[in-house]
């Protein structure tokens, strides 16, 4: 199972960015995916869920209504797109899967949100 991030970078307070997580070694569409993030010092948090026929989604309170977790199945990815970005939203972001009771983690994508 490999799980691949991009799409992080600076972007000032208020903007965008969307984030994408290609997945690999396993059958993607069977499974729920999630976003976390994760700031210095602090315990990974949880970000937002989708369901495997992304007809359930789910998302942390602090991000509600900016946030939205989308899947490709056809192309094996999933995405974070991020609208109006506050400076707490600046972790890094990694995508997880459980698969077969295993959880895998990609290598993460740094988010800076400043001006």
């Known amino acids: 199972v490999q799980l691949v991030e991009s799409g992080g970078g600076l972007v000032q307070p208020g903007g965008s960015l969307r984030l994408s997580c290609a997945a690999s070694?396993?059958?993607?569409?069977?499974?729920?995916m999630k976003w976390y993030r994760q700031a210095p010092g602090k315990e990974r948090e949880l970000v937002a869920t989708i369901s495997s026929a992304a007809g359930s989604t789910n998302y942390a309170d602090s991000v509600k209504g900016r946030f939205t977790i989308s899947r490709d199945n056809a192309k094996n990815t999933v995405y974070l797109q991020m609208n109006s970005l506050k400076p707490e939203d600046t972790p890094v972001y990694y995508c997880?899967?459980?698969?077969?009771?295993?959880?895998?983690w990609g290598r993460g994508t740094q988010v800076t949100v400043s001006s």
């Open positions: 997880n899967a459980q698969v077969l009771f295993v959880s895998y």
């Open positions: 070694g396993f059958t993607f569409s069977r499974y729920t």
